[in-house]
């Protein structure tokens, strides 16, 4: 599964279209080998769309690890005057989820591989974040990833991950606590995933 979260791609592409719903509208969207959960709306996604609040009109949101687009697609569809940031190292999601918003009318999504879009805006601040971030890179990996975005959420800003109870979202929950000094609260208990909700930090 590491092709997932690598720069490389190494699965021969075999595209496709898949119906699926997200936050109650049915879309036709294109997918592909060699992204995560490539052949459905992931399940853990599911919970994710199907529990966060509606999010505000406007602002800059980001989908971390944005794999074909669901999670930017659905901020897109919610907000369409917001500027939707969807992030991932992997070229083949980020292209998947260009054609997805665009074929979607979703002209506010931009898709950008995330070291780029820092060092394009390094005092880059977030309003909202909505992520399934990708457990299995491991604790390291994932904790570097979390301790670079979560930070920038501007004041009043939340971010809401989705996480397998099975692969550790309460310790998750504790780590962002002690570790990044930021709120996080348990706002979705469903299927065996638990929806964390991440505040700005505060001075």
């Known amino acids: 599964m ?19 719903v997200l936050r109650g509208r049915r879309v036709t969207v294109r997918t592909d080998r060699g992204v995560f959960s490539g052949d459905r709306l992931d399940p853990g996604t599911a ?3 199907g529990t966060v609040p509606d999010p505000p009109p406007t602002g800059t ?18 907000a369409p ?16 989820t260009r054609r997805n918003a ?19 805006e390094p005092d880059l601040a977030l309003d909202l ?15 570097a990833m979390l301790a670079t975005w979560l930070p920038r959420l501007a004041p009043g800003g939340s971010a809401y991950l989705v996480v397998s109870k099975n692969l550790g979202a309460d310790s998750l929950q504790r780590w962002v606590v002690d570790q990044l000094g930021q709120a996080t609260e348990r706002v979705a208990s469903s299927k065996g995933f638990r929806v964390l ?3 700005a930090a505060t001075a």
């Not at 665009?102 to 394009?120: F, H, N």
């Open 2 to 20: 590491s092709h997932y979260f690598s720069p490389d791609v190494p699965a021969a592409s075999e595209p496709r279209e898949i119906d699926v």
């Open 47 to 49: 919970v994710l769309l």
């Open 61 to 78: 949101f980001l989908d971390l690890g944005c794999g074909w687009g669901p999670v930017a697609l659905a901020l897109a569809q919610a």
């Open 81 to 96: 005057q917001a500027r939707v940031l969807a992030v991932d190292v992997n070229p083949r999601a980020l292209e998947l």
């Open 102 to 120: 665009a074929d979607l009318g979703c002209s506010g999504v931009e898709t950008v591989e995330p070291e780029a879009l820092l060092a394009r």
């Open 129 to 143: 974040v909505w992520s399934n971030p990708p457990i299995r890179v491991g604790k390291p990996a994932l904790h």
């Open 197 to 199: 909700r991440v505040d």
